[in-house]
């Protein structure tokens, strides 16, 4: 199962630790999702997922004072005895002593964030569902290209890197080249990254490692990318039939995921970066809904049904 350490989610949501005496570093979280406990302070505790970050705004705070100080400590001891990964307090409020203490009994790590209640949950959300969303690894090359995710694939030494490198040239930002991380975040999203290790990295068979990011500045590389289009590069065959018109799209699968495809022949003289520019925005034209194949086919139908008209007129 996939999981995230509590000190990283401490460190890039800038949160502060308000339970010092716990060793953080046993802590880890395992659910992108999280929950908002009021009803579970009140003593309601049926299904109640204990494995979620607890997030604690304003309404919660205020029921928490309102607890008569008789059934506070019990309350209190109640909810934090569950495994639960972490609590944090928005807005940057103070949960009293006595949960400070129960806390640390329990072994319960409590926050504190300075971000309004909504801000803070939908931000921890988005990153969790990144980190925690299910992942493979596949042989390719990711570039950004006008903002749409070029995934470019093919076997080891057909030219995948040589023509990121170019594109690089024109202006596009490379995400990872040998390869690629793929993370379903949601039902129709999939996000490409780099491993740690080859980030910024292309390889170039007769040159050797090339570092993107020093030769072509900064502006040349992004650590993260939505796949939008897949092109698949192939040798040529010339007994077999390529699509000329591009009426139907042709999809391949990813973690359950459908990506629209393109496969590509390779022949001596094709430049790869300038098809794989045009196959992206002509994937991001039909996005805006202008599909140039389909204009082609209805000038074509226009034009022959003006021609019959003219027939039957003689």
């Known amino acids: 199962m996939s999981s995230v350490k509590l000190a990283t989610v401490i460190e890039k949501m800038n949160l502060k630790n308000l339970t010092p005496n716990i060793d953080i570093a046993k802590h880890r979280i395992t ?6 406990p009021a009803i579970q ?3 309601y505790f049926e299904h109640f997922d204990e494995q979620r970050l607890e997030i604690i705004g ?7 004072a309102s607890i008569p100080e008789e059934q506070r400590e019990e309350r209190y001891r109640k909810f934090l005895t569950y495994n639960i990964p972490a609590i944090i307090f928005c807005r940057d409020l ?5 949960f400070l203490k ?3 009994e329990e072994n319960v790590p409590v926050l504190s964030s300075s971000k309004a209640t909504s801000a803070c949950m939908a931000e921890i959300i988005r990153w969790l569902n990144v980190e925690l969303a299910p992942c493979i690894s596949i042989h390719g090359v990711l570039v950004d290209v006008y903002g749409v995710g070029l995934l470019i694939t093919g076997e080891s030494g057909i030219g995948k890197s040589e023509a990121a490198l170019e594109l690089i040239k024109r202006g596009h930002r490379l995400v990872s080249d040998d390869v690629v991380e793929l993370r379903k975040v949601s039902d129709v999203t999939l996000v490409g990254t780099a491993p740690d290790i080859t980030k910024h990295f292309i390889e170039l068979r007769g040159i050797g490692i090339v570092d993107v990011k020093t030769l072509f500045g900064v502006s040349s590389v992004r650590d993260t990318q939505n796949i939008d289009l897949v092109i698949k590069l192939e040798e040529w065959d010339k007994e077999k039939e390529y699509d000329r018109l ?4 042709e999809y391949t699968e990813y973690l359950g995921n459908r990506i629209v495809c393109h496969r590509i022949p390779i022949r001596p003289g094709r430049n790869l970066a300038v098809i794989c520019e045009s196959a992206a925005v002509n994937h991001r034209q039909k996005m805006m809904g202008y599909n140039a194949a389909q204009e082609l086919y209805n000038r074509v139908q226009n ?3 003006h021609k019959d008209d003219e027939d039957d007129e003689e």
């Open 102 to 104: 129960i806390a640390e």
């Open 246 to 249: 591009g009426l139907e799209e």
């Open 41 to 43: 302070l009140a003593g």
């Open 31 to 36: 659910q992108p999702d999280i929950n908002r």
């Open 94 to 98: 103070q949960p009293d002593a006595l």
């Open 303 to 305: 034009s022959l049904m």
């Open 58 to 64: 304003f309404v919660e705070y205020s029921y928490m």
